[in-house]
């Protein structure tokens, strides 16, 4: 049964007679006239083969059937995220954030073995109906030091124009960095319903890549988490460094934090007291002892913050004098050593006294 048709060939649902499962079986359809389209389905067998990941759509087996080439691949019970001709896709936030962690999970494991994507957009996107995301149709990766990365043998730019990052529309070689932009562009159209940029011209396409700054979907009407919108406002920056990294985006996402959930409180200190603390409560001052009447402080004047008239202070207490430091008790020998001199001079003293007194006395008479 065909359960799909692209522009390189069909895709059938068939029975794996071996190993008794359902695969999808691609077919490649006129290749004869594209000599380049055989060796891209070719790399897609080899580079998704190598890529084994819960988000990556499996490859088993590759070959060639009555003159067609034949890819086996792991059937995804579900549909690509491409939007019906005027049927739009518009996926709730929370689901648009399941996407992203899903599609930059799968889009990691591929940047690790250093394979870039180069044509990520909703139809290579594929949910199952478990709502788990996975990354098809690598017919047009390279491999990140591919000189030909960039443009195709017929100088035409490789990729989707809708999700093409700017340094590719500048003709530069497809980095990590441009999937990410190519994700950005697709999570943008899943929210609002169309992508970040649209033009009647291609060439106004590019330069809207290049230079126009994509509007934020808040201001289209979408409601969505701010911390949503700013990382995926990042994801759409002109310059590639400026971009996270798919890793980065896929654990971003898996953590939740698009939601803008608010910090958890802090949690309470131990309290010694007999009642419960609350960790955001004032703890209440220890209540100051009432001055008398007459000891009191006047009432505050009317020009003073409330703030401050708010508690009564207590008047500071004076401050104490500091107390002399009395000297330490002198022993008692050397106290009479200082004595002695003074009562030899007191018996000296009276002794002349007396020698005057009896010369005054012989000398009158």
């Given amino acids: 049964m065909c359960v799909g048709r692209g522009g390189m ?51 088993f087996d590759f070959g060639t059937w009555d003159g067609k080439l034949y890819l086996v691949m792991e ?60 990354l098809a149709d690598f017919g047009i990766a390279r491999f990140v030091d591919d000189p030909s990365a960039a443009l195709t043998t017929t100088g035409q730019i490789v990729g989707t124009g809708l999700y093409l990052a700017p340094e590719r529309a500048l003709g530069n070689p497809a980095s990590p960095a441009s999937d990410v932009y190519s994700l950005g562009c697709v999570l943008y159209q899943l929210l609002t319903g169309q992508p970040p940029f649209r033009a009647d011209t291609a060439t106004a396409l590019l330069y809207q890549h290049i230079d126009t700054p994509p509007t934020p979907p808040r201001q289209v009407g979408i409601p969505m988490p701010a911390a949503f919108e700013d990382f995926l406002l990042t994801l759409l920056a002109k310059q590639p460094e400026q971009r996270p990294a798919a890793q980065a985006i896929s654990d971003w996402f898996s953590s939740g934090a698009w939601r803008d959930q608010p910090l958890p409180l802090p949690q309470a200190v131990p309290h010694s007291g007999t009642g419960p603390v609350h960790p955001s409560a004032p703890q209440a001052a220890p209540p100051a002892h009432r001055a008398p009447a007459h000891h009191r402080p006047a009432p505050p004047s009317r020009r ?62």
Avoid: C, Y
């Avoid at 000599?35 to 084994?52: G, K, N, V």
């Avoid at 870039?116 to 949910?127: C, E, Q, S």
């Avoid at 409330?306 to 330490?328: E, H, K, L």
């Avoid at 009562?343 to 008479?365: E, H, N, Q």
């Fill in 9 to 59: 060939g069909e895709v059938w649902r068939a029975t794996d007679e071996v190993l008794g499962r359902d695969v999808a079986v691609k077919l490649m359809l006129g290749h004869e006239h594209d000599p380049s389209a055989a060796d891209r389905f070719r790399l897609e067998a080899q580079t998704a083969a190598r890529l084994s990941h819960p988000h990556v759509v499996g490859v």
């Fill in 304 to 365: 003073q913050p409330a703030a401050r008239s708010a508690a009564p202070m207590a008047p500071a207490p004076a401050p104490s004098r500091p107390r002399r430091s009395q000297p330490p008790a002198e022993n008692p020998l050397t106290a009479i050593s200082r004595r002695r001199p003074r009562r030899t001079a007191a018996v000296a003293g009276a002794v002349a006294f007396v020698v005057f007194l009896l010369i005054g006395m012989a000398w009158l008479s």
């Fill in 75 to 134: 059937l995804v019970h579900g549909d690509s995220l491409a939007a019906a001709p005027g049927r739009p896709v518009v996926l709730p936030v929370e689901q648009v954030a399941t996407v992203a962690a899903h599609a930059a999970a799968g889009l990691a494991a591929a940047h690790r073995q250093g394979v870039v994507h180069r044509d990520i957009k909703p139809g290579n996107l594929l949910m199952d109906s478990d709502g788990t995301v996975k």
